[in-house]
């Protein structure tokens, strides 16, 4: 099915460790984004790649990193997880003017 | 700046109930606007959209109008069935690409 696919869907990480969330998407879009959301806390935007090859800064890059490797794929890195990272982590992707076409969600939990 | 404000949840409404939930943006220049849906485990959908004023959109029987003297775009359903059960969220883009979204409106419906 064309669409977003994120991997992993779970996750459970220990404190201090890292992990690579991955994106990528089928429709030929340019830009990709990363939120996370958390209850009460609606959508918050963490990276976003408006074209292959820039990536820009959202409201909480604290603590993560992104690549945009190429059209297709946008990975966000947890370089050393913690605790206030336990989130749903939702990738998307879209062109101007049209709606986001979002993937399925990775749950993950930092103990 | 730019913002989205929805009608604070959760709602719950019987079945057959009318649906409004209400949402009013602040915008530069010409936005078009979106409503998607999210249902329990899983990512946000685009429900519907409109891109230029008095534009009707509208979609599983859900519907919301552009409203640009009134910065809205409130989404209605005549008849609401327990399915529609859900977190609603309204969002806008410019010609930037990245929306802006509300923090959602979490929708019951009992039989």
């Known amino acids: 099915n064309a669409g977003v696919t994120q991997t992993p869907k779970f996750q459970v990480l220990k404190t201090g460790q890292s992990m690579t969330l991955q994106c990528a998407q089928d429709?030929?879009?340019?830009?990709m984004y990363w939120y996370r959301q958390d209850p009460g806390m609606g959508l918050r935007l963490i990276y976003y790649?408006?074209?292959?090859?820039?990536?820009d800064k959202g409201e909480v890059p604290n603590g993560y990193n992104v690549s945009r490797l190429n059209k297709r794929e946008f990975s966000l890195r947890l370089e050393s997880a913690a605790p206030s990272q336990t989130s749903v982590y939702f990738c998307?992707?879209?062109?101007?003017?049209?709606?986001?076409?979002f993937g399925s969600g990775t749950r993950l939990t930092v103990v | 700046g730019d913002s989205v404000t929805q009608m604070e949840g959760p709602v719950t409404l019987s079945e057959e109930a009318f649906l409004t939930i209400n949402c009013t943006y602040t915008?530069?220049?010409?936005?078009?606007l979106f409503w998607y849906v999210q249902y329990p485990g899983e990512g946000l959908q685009l429900l519907l959209k409109?891109?230029?004023?008095?534009d009707k959109g509208s979609n599983k029987g859900f519907e919301a109008t552009y409203r640009k003297e009134t910065t809205s775009f409130h989404l209605e359903k005549g008849s609401v069935q327990v399915s529609d059960s859900a977190v609603y969220f309204c969002a806008f883009n410019t010609n930037a690409g990245k929306s802006t979204f509300g923090d959602g409106t979490t929708l019951t419906v009992k039989p």
């Open positions: 998307a992707s879209s062109e101007i003017y049209t709606g986001y076409t």
């Open positions: 409109a891109t230029k004023a008095d």
């Open positions: 790649s408006a074209s292959e090859g820039t990536t």
């Open positions: 915008a530069t220049g010409y936005p078009s």
């Open positions: 429709m030929n879009h340019n830009s």
